[in-house]
């Protein structure tokens, strides 16, 4: 297996840990991706790639139909733990177990990155109404914090972080162009070890070795604990998230 493949996998075996340390989404994201549909009722929404369901809970709590597909089973599973009121289904995102034009927006939570979108984008046109929506949201730190960046540098480790690396959708003659924001957000944490727990949820931090991760760890608790903002819980994480919007076109 490769290392892609490796790290796209990675994530089921911390479940537990993911559901508990990961950030949720920002509501005004979530209301301005499903603006061009021009209602506020409920709508069937599709969350691809869901994981435990830190996006599908607030889908859920803005008072959509949802059906939440996840390639994982631990992941999945974990979902249907927390997330109540949800249609939960095993699938991934090139083989989408959903009927062909009965959704009215399919988001993606800090997923669209694994994604083959040559094969992704026809399926995810298919389930789509016209009209509908898909899109695809990234949650990063606050790139203008300065303490936050220099924490990001010293939670790198040997393997390249591609989390934090938003992939613009491609152009694809279902889909009309790509339109970007930029909400603000935050990740409220208890203490400088529960926000070591959270990047240790990050693909990159669970492919490598037991020695290296506690090295990266030792340093990022270190650095924590001496920031003011951060030496005492609980604390508030600056974040961003930045979405990409794109409408089903009528063939």
Same mark, same amino acid.
């Given at each position: 297996?490769?290392?892609?493949? *490796? *790290?796209?996998?990675?994530?089921?075996?911390?479940?537990?840990?993911?559901?508990?340390?990961?950030?949720?989404?920002?509501?005004?994201?979530?209301?301005?991706?499903?603006?061009?549909?021009?209602?506020?009722? *409920?709508?069937? /929404?599709?969350?691809?790639? &869901? #994981?435990?369901?830190?996006?599908? &809970? #607030?889908?859920?709590?803005?008072?959509? $139909? @949802?059906?939440?597909?996840?390639?994982?089973?631990?992941?999945?599973?974990?979902?249907?733990?927390?997330?109540?009121?949800?249609?939960?289904?095993?699938?991934?995102? !090139?083989?989408?177990?959903?009927?062909?034009?009965?959704?009215?927006?399919?988001? @993606?939570?800090?997923?669209?990155?694994?994604?083959?979108?040559?094969?992704?984008?026809?399926?995810?046109?298919?389930?789509?109404?016209?009209?509908?929506?898909?899109?695809?949201?990234?949650?990063?730190?606050?790139?203008? /914090?300065?303490?936050?960046?220099?924490?990001?540098?010293?939670?790198?480790?040997?393997?390249?972080?591609?989390?934090?690396?938003?992939?613009?959708?491609?152009?694809?003659?279902?889909?009309?162009?790509?339109?970007?924001?930029?909400?603000?957000?935050?990740?409220?944490?208890? =203490?400088?070890?529960?926000?070591?727990?959270?990047?240790?949820?990050? =693909?990159?931090?669970?492919?490598?070795?037991?020695? !290296?991760?506690? &090295?990266?760890?030792?340093?990022?608790?270190?650095?924590?604990?001496? $920031?003011? !903002?951060?030496?005492?819980?609980?604390?508030?994480?600056?974040?961003?998230?930045? @979405?990409?919007?794109?409408?089903?076109?009528?063939?």
């Amino acid at each position: 297996m490769d290392l892609h493949a *490796r *790290r796209a996998d990675s994530f089921g075996a911390q479940a537990e840990a993911y559901a508990e340390h990961r950030p949720d989404y920002p509501v005004a994201a979530i209301r301005w991706a499903l603006e061009p549909l021009g209602t506020t009722e *409920r709508l069937d /929404v599709l969350d691809l790639a &869901a #994981g435990t369901g830190k996006l599908t &809970a #607030g889908l859920v709590a803005e008072g959509h $139909r @949802v059906t939440a597909v996840e390639p994982n089973e631990q992941m999945l599973s974990e979902l249907v733990r927390r997330v109540h009121d949800v249609r939960a289904l095993p699938g991934h995102a !090139e083989h989408i177990p959903v009927p062909d034009q009965t959704i009215d927006a399919v988001f @993606v939570g800090t997923a669209f990155h694994w994604f083959d979108q040559e094969k992704a984008l026809p399926e995810i046109a298919r389930v789509l109404r016209p009209g509908g929506v898909l899109a695809a949201m990234w949650l990063d730190t606050d790139p203008d /914090v300065a303490w936050l960046e220099e924490f990001q540098q010293l939670s790198n480790t040997s393997v390249e972080s591609q989390r934090h690396d938003p992939v613009e959708v491609m152009a694809h003659p279902s889909f009309g162009p790509a339109e970007h924001a930029v909400f603000p957000h935050v990740h409220r944490r208890d =203490s400088p070890e529960a926000t070591v727990a959270w990047i240790n949820t990050h =693909s990159r931090m669970l492919v490598i070795d037991d020695e !290296e991760r506690a &090295a990266v760890n030792d340093k990022m608790l270190e650095f924590l604990r001496e $920031r003011p !903002e951060t030496s005492n819980g609980p604390f508030d994480v600056p974040l961003r998230s930045e @979405v990409f919007r794109t409408v089903r076109v009528s063939e």
